[in-house]
């Protein structure tokens, strides 16, 4: 029975790993904490982790806890373009990674234009080391 329960519970949360894209996620992670060694700035580590947080209360797909942890939300995030994940990643990583508050570029609170974002993608993940944390 209790072999039951641990098997579900497992395979639950898989599968929602598996539609989150988490290999998506690691990947702007990796790519982000490369280039703050990169720049020599001072980048917090923390766990990334995906939960359903409709139910408890809505988020802008994301928001960084504590400075501790990126917390996703699935339903909003579902629905996003990989750019826009992208964008809100790089946002919440800007707070969590480099204590950064709002401000502009992709620490707008509103997450900027995509295709402005492409445009000028290198610039601004360039600002956002260039902030004095
Ligand atoms: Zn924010």
Redesign the pocket.
């Known amino acids: 029975m209790l072999k039951y329960i641990f098997l579900t519970l497992l395979l639950s949360c898989s599968s929602l790993q598996k539609k989150i894209d988490t290999n998506f996620i690691s990947k702007i992670e990796s790519d982000f904490f490369q280039t703050c060694k990169m720049k020599k700035a001072t980048c917090n580590q923390f766990p990334i982790s995906i939960q359903d947080l409709s139910i408890k209360r809505p988020l802008?797909g994301a928001?960084?806890f504590h400075k501790k942890e990126i917390v996703i939300d699935y339903r909003q995030w579902r629905d996003y373009t990989s750019i826009k994940k992208e964008i809100l990643l790089l946002?919440?990583l800007?707070?969590c990674a480099l204590d950064l508050p709002?401000g502009d570029g992709i620490?707008n609170?509103e997450l900027v234009d995509e295709s402005y974002f492409l445009e000028n993608k290198k610039k601004l993940i360039d600002n956002l080391f260039k902030i004095p944390n």
């Open positions: 802008d928001v960084c946002h919440e800007g707070h709002h620490m609170p």
